[in-house]
């Protein structure tokens, strides 16, 4: 493999965290420090002693900087392998010594993207010598160790301070850090282009690892989290959060930014429990907790608005594993911290609601599937009531309560409401007439009363049985997509039972 020691470093990076202590420590082992522009610049003066690429290269940077590393003198000192005779001699040949070393870090294009930088400047911003140095590196990883992090950087010192080479192994690791690297940032560079993963040729995914989470769904999975996730979410209490408190943190907010009045939104595995809508969060929370007096513990709670002392007083002796809210106020703060084990997060709605303006991504087997958000409510123009009885404001409030749910539900949802809050909630099951049952059941338990109820459907009825059972358990309104090639026997079990029924010809199934 390497048969010569590390004795050439060419060090390139925008990111000078540890750069300056990484350099001392390579020269005072032998090696020698190639670099350009600013780094060259912080490295001397440290007082480190450096050769500047224009000095190998006997060429000028070029075109405002935009040509520096571009030359045979260093893509051939770094390609070439070190095994091969013919690769050496004509080094040789040209008076090429070899690099040993690329350290490179690359512009600050995905930050200045983020920031919303003008094109222009973001343009500029877009590095091309860094990435082909990287990738040249990790190509000839065998010779040539391709540097990316600076949490790399004492991985590849304690080598050669122990005057030992750096083993394949570890080179090959450093290798897929530097191409992982340069995906990623080119990834975010093909975003700006194409903002649309649906409209993309090819998948590219711009995030890195955030953290690594204790496990998966379950105890032995391995799980991570990759993306912005802290752009969004502050965690102010608790221990860390697991996969599957992620994934109800997600549903959570996603329902409970869907009213603009103070709500409370209690989910567990990811499908609704109740939701609650009052003049204060108090009200909102008795009217969700109402809902299903058992599901709640263990789960979730989201909030609009920020959280005060007294509704921290109100819901603190009910255990829930997270509690979110855009804020909390100081003494909220102190008073739900009191249970160790409870996770408090803050969210920043501003962020939170950009994010949800991006694709939904999901793995299947053997791919990826990817989609346009599922942003929209309804289209007015669309709506309309196609039974003989229009609905009463009553009605109409309570329907577009329940449908802003059931849209958060797992399919087939089937959500019962008053203009302010759930009544029941029938998820996930493989029959919608399953869904309205259940539902009805669990109202019946709870001892609510769904007369003059209205309903919501994610989907159409395919049958006039969950009409008919929606009836039978006192709802007086329906909302549905409407489409089933029964909308007819569907429409006339509704008018038999004087509901009235909006249809909107959009669907939220939820899988």
Known sequence: MHTRPLRRALISAWDKTGIVEFATQLVRHGVEILSTGGTAEALRAAGLPIVSVGTVTQFPELLDGRVKTLHPAIHAAILARRDDPSHME????????????????????VEAHNRNLPEDELIELIDIGGPALLRAAAKNYRWVVPLVSPEDYQTVLQYIQAGEDVPLAVRRMLAGHAFEYTAWYDSHIASYFEPSMVERRYMTIGHKQS????????????????GDFDRCYTQLHGKELSYNNLLDLDAAIRLVLEFTEPTVAIVKHTNPCGVGSGGTLIEAWNKAYATDTVSPFGGIVATNSPIEEDFAAHIHPLFTEVITAPAFSESALALLSKKRDRRLIAFDRT??????????????????????????????????????????????????????VAKHAKSNAIVYAAPDRTLAIGAGQPSRVDSARIAAWKAQQFG??????????????????????????????????????RDDEVIRAANERNLTMIVTDMRHFRH
């Not at 004509?90 to 294009?109: A, K, M, S, T």
């Not at 007015?380 to 009605?395: G, I, L, S, W």
């Not at 109820?453 to 929606?470: E, H, I, K, L, R």
């Open 211 to 226: 953290r690594r989470l204790r496990y998966g769904e379950n105890p032995h999975q391995r799980a991570a989290l990759f």
């Open 448 to 485: 609510l009363d769904l007369r003059g109820s209205a309903v919501a459907s994610d989907a159409f009825f395919p049958f006039a049985d969950g009409v008919v059972q929606c009836a039978d358990a006192g709802a007086t309104a329906i909302i549905q997509p409407g489409g089933s090639i």
């Open 90 to 109: 004509q080094l040789r040949h040209h008076g090429i010594e070899p690099i040993d070393i690329v350290c490179v870090n690359l512009y600050p294009f």
């Open 351 to 404: 962020e939170v609601e950009r994010q949800l303006r991006g694709d939904s991504i999901r793995s299947v087997l053997g791919g990826i599937l990817v989609q346009t958000p599922d942003n929209e409510l309804l289209r007015t123009d669309h709506v309309r009531v196609v039974t003989e009885r229009e609905p009463t404001d009553y009605e109409l409030r309570a329907m577009m309560f329940a449908w802003k």
